[in-house]
């Protein structure tokens, strides 16, 4: 065992080569956990956003601000009342946070330290993140506003400035995101909860999406696991053939196979501690310097849990290492100084991995045949469905993804034949890759697992993030058609006389949408109903063209149309033909939109069915286009306080922008998938290099010249590229799609063919890289000193 273990440290590239796959995903595992500890610490910190004076707090009010405001501090038992509001905005082309806060007083929760606090709209003070000095004069919105002074304030608000939150809703339109109060009496007052309370929700929300992050890494860790544990093994199957003879000599002379088998894990257990050192360390070094650099505070506890990653680096590669050992080891002395370091496998061995991977089709086939049976397509189903759907996918996944493991080498042949064929016309160089690559099928279609493992979940969750995103965007066009969103001071009152002409008249507005909404009594299918409906102008709506219809369609609606978001045609049970019976109106569903509601109602009729029904001619809602801050200050302007004014635009933008940030969020973990596929290739071709070294003499011997041995090994590097990207498609694009039919969302399938494409592409280049090295390796070696390496 000395003697191998000592072998191993004679070998530092050969270390590095084998170990560099685990170290990566025990850097990943250590992350994950710093990760959910500075989440935890960030998320809690701001729990101190609720000032210790306060005794009650309104979370998240609806309605008008000001005269939310304006009420609540009329309320009896209610001495001092503070709304919180933090608008980002631009100063000076600086992102900072408009912030509302008293300045004094025991709601405050910054503390002036130079000149005074702002009284008035048209003042502000700045955080020390902020470089405006007191009484410089900056443009806000369409206010020129004055820096009063300077304050100390909580860290986690970041770069921000502040005022009152008066002086704040006269300068940006806001919404309150809660009302801190301070109180002399008994308050009766709705929505609101004591201080302690809150604090407490907030806590326990904090620690929740903590684990729910940890909970999205360790599934992400995990896939990452199980792609470097078949790295290692094939690269400890490749270490050991090539020391096929130095083990048949060990056995010759007398040394026992258990121990020779011991000694082949403990190398493996060298390998895994080295790179789980590294990788660990790594993580830890950048868990300290991140937070520093962005002022937050570092990892906690989840630092102790090093030891624990890295024996489960040490423990992984012992195991990865075990296999190819027990291969090796059984191997006789006389048949491995006979033979060449060839991928041998037994005929039984092969009929074995046929069964094996049949049957394992065969479950997942059964897996995808129940969910179809259980109603995967219908998203009218029972709570805790969906979390089924979703696991059952993930089953059926991961069963045909060990099928590909089983039948891989098999599958390999036809493959590598079609591929030879189709890129023959490129020259004998890619001819002699995809032999080479098929002249070792196991390690071949071990590493074009790996590669398909990263890329299966990367194709998926393109796929299934463009399905998700395209209607996404229908529902936000349906929900928040416009930038502005007007209403009357009490549910469904009409806007006061003139407003929407004045909003009309104003050069900074587009286009006003006014329409009415009214509840109405209904019949559907025999029974009596009550909700809302509206005759809101689809056509004339500035997100119309993003509207999607699940049946129907919306042209040419006219009187006795109605159009009915799904939602509503779920709860309603009413499908396009069908009638829906007002009394004097009898509509007939003309189309079914994707959705929850359309504008503020989830049924739209004409409006001469609307004026048939006996509704006033006043508008209760008004649809305003004012993409800009100053245009939706003169909208608020315009509007009055006995108006609620309701920023449609910021939530449409929130909406649209948390898909693409889950989005670019899996695809960065699942970069790090990607990556160990990539290094696994590399691996591989690097090892391979020195394992055909003959080879390379011979082929140097015979006239090869430099580039065109290197081009080979490039090439072969590319080979695995292609066949992993290809497994890789096969399998992510179907389970992207019962993803999404797990979700419920009724959403079609959209294949984004060119991001597959570059996807495809950037894959395979990268392997192409990855075997840059071993190449320039494989070239460099003379003739006569590679045919003589043994």
């Known amino acids: 065992m000395a003697t191998q273990l000592r072998g191993v440290l004679r070998r530092p590239v050969r270390l590095v080569l084998t170990g560099l796959a685990i170290a990566v995903a025990a850097f990943f595992a250590m992350a994950a956990l710093l990760t959910q500890d500075i989440a935890k610490t960030v998320a809690l910190s701001t729990v101190t956003d609720i000032p210790p004076g306060a005794e009650l707090v309104v979370p998240s009010p609806p309605g008008n601000p000001v005269a939310l405001l304006r009420e609540i501090r009329h309320t ?58 007191i ?26 400035v502040y005022s009152t939150d008066d002086g704040v809703l006269s300068l940006v339109p806001a919404e309150l995101s809660r009302v801190d109060i301070t109180a002399n009496g008994p308050v009766d007052l709705y929505g609101a909860v004591t201080a302690d309370e809150a604090r407490a929700a907030a806590i326990s929300n904090a620690e929740s999406r903590a684990e729910q992050l940890l909970a999205v890494l360790t599934a992400f860790v995990v896939v990452a696991v199980i792609a470097a544990l078949l790295v290692a093994i094939s690269t400890f199957r490749i270490v050991f053939t090539q020391r096929i003879r130095q083990l048949a000599l060990l056995r010759t002379v007398g040394a026992p196979r258990r121990k020779l088998l011991r000694a082949l894990v403990a190398e493996g257990a060298v390998t895994g501690f080295a790179a789980g050192t590294v990788g660990v360390l790594v993580a830890l070094g950048l868990g300290q310097l991140v937070p520093a650099l962005v002022g ?60 094996l991977g049949l049957l394992l089709l065969a479950a997942a086939g059964f897996v995808i045949t129940r969910m179809f049976l259980d109603g995967i397509t219908s998203t009218d189903r029972p709570g ?46 890619v001819r002699l890759a995809v032999r080479g690559v098929g002249g070792v099928p196991r390690r071949a279609a071990t590493v074009s697992a790996v590669v398909a ?41 009409p806007l006061p006389d003139g407003l929407v002409e004045r909003l009309r008249g104003r050069p900074e507005i587009g286009q006003v949408i006014a329409y009415r909404t009214v509840r109405r009594d209904a019949v559907v299918h025999g029974q009596q109903m009550n909700f809302e409906v509206s005759d809101l102008d689809i056509h004339a709506l500035p997100l119309f063209d993003q509207l999607r219809t699940v049946r129907g369609s919306l042209n040419a609606l006219g009187p006795g149309d109605a159009v009915v978001t799904e939602a509503y045609a779920q709860s309603l049970k009413v499908g396009v033909g069908e009638e829906i019976d007002f009394g004097a109106v009898r509509a007939t569903v003309a189309a079914v939109v994707v959705g929850e509601s359309l504008g503020d ?68 973990l699942l970069a790090l998938t ?117």
């Open 601 to 668: 109602s989830g049924v739209v009729l004409h409006h001469r069915d609307l004026d048939a029904l006996g509704v006033g001619a006043s508008a209760t809602h008004a649809l305003v286009t004012a993409g800009d801050s100053q245009a939706q200050a003169v909208v608020r302007g315009v509007a009055g306080g006995d108006v609620q004014v309701r920023v449609l635009a910021a939530e449409r933008a929130e909406r649209s922008d948390l898909v693409d940030v889950l989005t670019a969020l899996g695809l960065a």
């Open 674 to 790: 990607l990556l160990i596929s990539i290094i696994g290739v590399g691996t591989t071709v690097a090892l391979s290099v020195v394992e055909r070294r003959r080879e390379s003499g011979m082929l140097r011997a015979i006239g090869i010249t430099r580039t065109t041995l290197g081009g080979i090994t490039v090439a072969e590097a590319g080979v695995y590229g292609v066949i992993g990207g290809l497994f890789g498609l096969l399998i992510g694009v179907p389970h992207a799609w019962l993803a999404v039919l797990a979700l419920g969302l009724g959403a079609p399938l959209e294949i984004p063919v060119p991001a597959l494409l570059v996807a495809a592409v950037a894959l395979i280049a990268l392997t192409m890289v990855t075997g840059l090295v071993p190449a320039w390796r494989a070239a460099r070696a003379s003739p006569v000193a590679a045919m003589r390496a043994d």
């Open 135 to 160: 009484g410089s004069r900056v443009v806000l919105g369409t206010t020129t506003v004055t820096v009063t002074g300077t304050v100390d304030a909580p860290s986690s608000d970041g770069a921000a």
């Open 453 to 493: 493992l990263g890329t299966g979940l990367l194709a998926g969750l393109l796929v299934a993030g463009e399905t998700v995103r395209s209607y996404n965007n229908a529902q936000v066009a349906a929900a928040y058609p416009a930038d502005v969103e007007l209403t009357g001071a009490e549910e469904l009152q």
């Open 296 to 355: 937050i505070g570092g990892p906690g506890r989840s630092a102790l849990a090093a030891p624990a990653v890295l024996l489960a680096s040490t423990v992984l590669t012992m195991f990865a290492s075990l296999v190819p050992a027990l291969a090796a080891t059984r191997v006789s002395p006389l048949e491995a100084l006979r033979s060449s370091s060839g991928d041998r496998q037994s005929r039984s061995a092969g009929r074995l991995r046929v069964g």
């Open 76 to 133: 009896a038992g209610v001495a001092e009342a503070t709304g919180r509001i933090s608008e980002p905005i631009t100063i000076g082309g600086t992102s900072v946070v408009l912030t509302a806060d008293p300045g004094v007083g025991p709601l405050s929760r910054v503390r002036l330290t130079n000149g005074s606090y702002p009284t008035a709209g048209n003042q502000i003070a700045v955080s020390q993140r902020v470089a405006l000095p």
């Open 384 to 429: 805790g469905t969906t979390l089924d759907f979703l696991l059952l996918t993930i089953t059926s996944a991961t069963l045909v993804f060990s099928a590909l493991l089983a039948l891989g080498p098999i599958l390999l042949r036809p493959v590598l034949r079609g591929l030879g064929t189709v890129l023959a016309p490129l020259g004998p160089t």
